[in-house]
T-cell receptor
Framework: QKEVEQDPGPLSVPEGAIVSLNCTYS??????FMWYRQYSRKGPELLMYTYSSGNKEDGRFTAQVDKSSKYISLFIRDSQPSDSATYLC?????????????FGAGTRLFVKA | ETGVTQSPTHLIKTRGQQVTLRCSSQSGHNTVSWYQQALGQGPQFIFQ???????GRGNFPPRFSGLQFPNYSSELNVNALELDDSALYLC?????????????FGPGTRLTVT
């Protein structure tokens, strides 16, 4: 079983739709939860990060973490064609061995005009 | 655009050769992490450097090694290249260990091994 599971999609939605992206994880020691957006042939771009369970909102994006269920989500409101990209969830862990980040495989999102 | 730069952009090598990839971190960042991203996959953590010392390593063999310099720029070295090493190599910089969650990625180096 992978430490982080993410549906690769593709997910296709019409412009203006609410998009829901999800990841599950197996390691309860994860401390940091991140969402990145990656356009084709580019490096990942940090969208949101959080340290705790609950919701965090930034403009059209809302990140949700449920540590008890080991489940995180990213919601995109009023989706735009420019949101078409691969969305990567990531979990971070810091211990005596240092810091490591585990990424999901990414979900490809297409927003149709 | 982040302030993280990587060179070269693309590279083609032959199996068995050695390669060095370079990364300049964003101003004020003293931590650099390296990742390997195969086509259609998420990035896989290779290792992290903090103040010139390795601080965490993923499941990669010793032929993957690195350096961080006093100006916090970094190199990734891969010896005895294998076909499976073909991937996008990403570096990410952050400010200190506690800021590891706020990593800013460079555009990557695409390595092809033939």
């Amino acid at each position: 079983q992978k430490e982080v599971e993410q549906d690769p999609g593709p997910l296709s939605v019409p412009e203006g739709a609410i998009v829901s992206l999800n990841c599950t994880y197996s390691n309860s020691a994860f401390q940091y939860f991140m969402w990145y957006r990656q356009y084709s042939r580019k490096g990942p771009e940090l969208l949101m990060y959080t340290y705790s369970s609950g919701n965090k909102e930034d403009g059209r994006f809302t990140a949700q973490v449920d540590k008890s269920s080991k489940y995180i989500s990213l919601f995109i409101r009023d989706s735009q064609p420019s949101d078409s990209a691969t969305y990567l969830c990531a979990m971070g862990l810091e211990n005596t061995g240092g810091f490591k980040t585990i990424f999901g495989a990414g979900t490809r999102l297409f927003v149709k005009a | 655009e982040t302030g993280v730069t990587q060179s070269p952009t693309h590279l083609i090598k032959t199996r068995g050769q050695q390669v060095t990839l370079r990364c300049s971190s964003q101003s004020g960042h003293n931590t650099v992490s390296w990742y390997q991203q195969a086509l259609g996959q998420g990035p896989q953590f290779i290792f992290q450097y903090y103040r010139e010392e390795e601080n965490g390593r993923g499941n990669f063999p010793p032929r993957f090694s690195g350096l961080q310099f006093p100006n916090y720029s970094s190199e990734l070295n891969v010896n005895a290249l294998e076909l499976d090493d073909s991937a996008l190599y990403l570096c990410a910089s952050s400010e200190g260990l506690a800021g590891g969650s706020e990593q800013y990625f460079g555009p990557g180096t695409r390595l092809t091994v033939t």
